[in-house]
């Protein structure tokens, strides 16, 4: 049984920062990328920022290019979002997403397990 919990999330003021962290357990969470995705309100969820196993290889929105950093420790199965930079559009739910199948998939595909997501809000 996959497990995925996410922490970190807050009320910050733009300009802000915060680091989200997600515990995984019940897969090899070396094999897996692993992806952050959001949904604001009434938005449809989009893909933020994902890493491969190794974490040699990311990928993230443009929305988010060079103020969120995505990184993992396969110690801990643990892996993190850092986000610098906040704005008010970066309000959203924000969850963690491991595949269904380890190996290489599609770094901004859907689908997996997901956490419960936390909540990410930005005052401006």
């Known amino acids: 049984q996959v497990q995925l919990i996410e922490s970190g999330g807050g009320l910050v003021q733009a300009g802000g920062s915060l680091r989200l962290s997600c515990a995984a357990s019940?897969?090899?969470?070396?094999?897996?990328?692993m992806r952050w995705f959001r949904q604001a309100p009434g938005k449809e969820r989009e893909f933020v920022a994902g890493?491969?196993?190794?974490?040699?290889?990311?990928d993230y929105a443009d929305s988010v290019k060079g103020r969120f950093t995505i990184s993992r420790d396969n110690a801990k199965n643990t892996v993190y979002l850092q986000m610098n930079s906040l704005k008010a559009e970066d309000t959203a739910v924000y969850y963690c997403?491991?595949?269904?199948?380890?190996?290489?998939?599609?770094?901004?595909?859907?689908?997996?397990?997901w956490g419960q997501g936390t909540q990410v809000t930005v005052s401006s």
């Open positions: 997403n491991l595949p269904p199948n380890p190996g290489w998939v599609p770094m901004r595909a859907t689908g997996g397990s």
């Open positions: 019940g897969r090899t969470f070396s094999m897996y990328i």
């Open positions: 890493i491969n196993w190794s974490g040699t290889d990311t």
